[in-house]
């Protein structure tokens, strides 16, 4: 039960953190503290757009952080969801313009 609401949970979420994965921020270059957890607070020094509810979608064991193993599932989760861009697209879109 709970696996389906964190999964549904995270497929209902935008991309509020789209920036960690678009400047694919390492682990620990967040953790700043180097408790080898991320806190929203961490989390929000580099992409201040990440919401609570985000965030705790993605912690899976609910200790109110997130471990480097839960970042790591973030973080490939957010890849997945890019849109690939290709010369031919970026080339469509300039046209457009």
């Known amino acids: 039960m709970k696996t389906t609401v964190v ?38 020094a580099v992409s201040p757009n990440v919401s609570e509810i985000e965030f705790t979608a993605y912690d899976a064991d609910a200790d109110g952080s997130l471990s480097e193993d839960e970042y790591q599932t973030w973080s490939e989760y957010k890849a997945d969801q890019e849109p690939e861009t290709t010369p031919e697209a970026e080339m469509d879109d300039r046209q457009e313009r």
């Not at 960690?20 to 953790?31: N, P, R, T």
């Open 7 to 44: 999964l549904s949970a995270i497929a209902a979420l935008g991309f509020a953190g789209a920036a960690l994965a678009q400047d694919e921020v390492q682990f620990s270059d967040i953790d700043t503290n180097g408790d080898a957890q991320l806190s929203l607070e961490e989390v929000h």
